[in-house]
């Protein structure tokens, strides 16, 4: 398998244009985290999805925020309008549901707002 | 809410010396505890998962010790190598939301 997969692998925009992130999970699983990883606060949880669903978004920063699921196999974040301090890796991981599965990340997205 | 701390920040130790990275966390009541290895610009890799009811998990140079009770975890690489440079996290599960700790970064000197 793949492994799970985020495009695109970096991103530079400047304050206020839309930006969007995309992740595609590991087939089969059908548990799927947002993370935002910053010096500051660490690896934070933003929004999780069980099947397309979401169940918990109180991670989610703000209204500029908003994540999708429209199947199975993609979910994007998107930020409208961005920030500078928006500035962080955005990482996606996907689990098989159940608690004490292991979730997989992906490579992360590098976004820097100017 | 769920505290995980991490000690020490960094670590650099000569190749062949083993390491100890150590976990804590604030509320006992977590389903598992998984240990993670980051290198730069990369991903999160899982490396040892233990759940709640266990109290060790090995996987070759591996080992990582859980004591729920006192809310501690332990990982322990032996006979470290130059390629066991980089940054180790811990996350606790409660339920499906992991808490992160801020992470160990190791230097292994050739």
């Known amino acids: 398998d793949a492994g799970v997969i985020q495009s695109p692998r970096h991103e530079v925009t400047e304050m206020g244009q839309e930006v969007t992130l995309r992740c595609k999970p590991i087939?089969?699983?059908?548990?799927l985290f947002w993370y935002r990883q910053t010096m500051m606060r660490g690896l934070e949880l933003l929004i999780y999805?069980?099947?397309?669903?979401?169940?918990?978004d109180s991670g989610m920063p703000e209204d500029r925020f908003s994540a999708k699921m429209p199947n199975a196999s993609f979910s994007t974040l998107k930020i409208q309008p961005s920030e500078p301090r928006d500035s962080a890796v955005y990482f996606c991981?996907?689990?098989?549901?159940?608690?004490?599965?292991?979730?997989?990340f992906g490579p992360g997205t590098r976004l820097t707002v100017l | 809410k769920q505290e995980v701390t991490q000690i020490p920040a960094a670590l650099s130790v000569p190749e062949g010396e083993n390491l100890v990275l150590n976990c804590s966390f604030t509320?006992?009541?977590?389903?598992?505890l998984q240990w993670f290895r980051q290198d730069p610009g990369k991903g999160l890799t899982s490396l040892l998962l233990?759940?709640?009811?266990?109290r060790e998990q090995t996987s070759g140079r591996l080992n990582a010790s859980l004591d729920k009770s006192s809310g501690r975890s332990t990982l322990y690489i032996a006979a470290s190598q130059p390629g066991d440079s980089a940054t180790y996290l811990c996350?606790?599960?409660?339920?499906?939301?992991?808490?992160f700790g801020a992470g160990t970064t190791v230097t292994v000197r050739a």
């Open positions: 991981a996907s689990t098989i549901p159940g608690r004490g599965d292991t979730q997989y």
């Open positions: 087939s089969g699983h059908n548990s």
């Open positions: 999805f069980n099947n397309n669903v979401p169940i918990d």
């Open positions: 509320d006992s009541a977590i389903y598992n």
């Open positions: 233990i759940q709640s009811s266990q």
């Open positions: 996350a606790v599960s409660n339920d499906y939301k992991l808490s």
